[in-house]
């Protein structure tokens, strides 16, 4: 589990075909996630990686073909920015929301405009996740916790204060940007809940 809190950004060193799914090598910031273990989790833009390999400054995950499909992983090019969070550990703080790494749909940035200090950025997701997004909730966008400032059919508008900005590959987006989108875990339960139904419960 993580909590949307990036803890730095790293980058894409290197992605190669291996059987028909990827295996990726990331460089990051020394220090700035620790020394990855074998086994451990990492969400990479949101996706939840296993470290297959680590060295130093940069680790190496495997990413299946499912994630490759469901995800913006596979059309990323070596140099790209990534959101890197290690999985959280007992006793650390839930500053974000909970968030699992597994990723629901790929979204697009529809509008990005400033905001005062800020930038509001309106982000067109799956039809099919929309009925999971309210005013006021939790999202996960590219492993970013954020709240949703407004709902209107299948675009929700988020705030992006400097730090966020500033901390995470978000200032680096512009229209047309595809994004990794993850929707509150609490809101799937509550939907199915009220869909009713032999499975419901």
Excluded: W
């Excluded at 451990?40 to 490759?68: K, M, P, Q, Y």
């Amino acid at each position: 589990m993580f909590s949307g809190i990036v803890r730095t950004v790293g980058r894409l060193l290197d992605s190669v075909e291996q059987g028909g799914d990827r295996r990726v090598a990331i460089g990051f910031p020394a220090g700035s996630i620790g020394h990855p273990e074998l086994g451990a989790s990492i969400a990479v833009n949101g996706v939840c990686l296993t470290v297959v390999a680590a060295s130093g400054d940069r680790f190496e995950a495997d990413v299946s073909r499912e994630t490759l499909a469901r995800t913006t992983l596979g059309a990323l090019a070596a140099g790209a920015p990534l959101n890197l969070e290690p999985a959280l550990r007992v006793g650390d703080p839930l500053d974000g929301h909970l968030v699992s790494g597994h990723v629901d749909g790929v979204g697009r940035v529809v509008a990005i405009e400033p905001a005062a200090r800020s930038l509001a950025v309106a982000i067109e997701l799956p039809r099919e996740l929309s009925r999971y997004v309210a005013t006021k909730g939790s999202i996960a966008v590219d492993g970013v916790s954020l709240t949703v400032n407004a709902v209107e059919g299948d675009v929700f508008d988020v705030n992006i204060v400097p730090h966020t900005r500033d901390a995470t590959i978000i200032g680096r987006y512009g229209v047309g940007t595809t994004v990794n989108i993850e929707v509150d875990m609490l809101a799937r339960y509550v939907a199915r809940m009220l869909a009713g139904g032999a499975n419901a419960t």
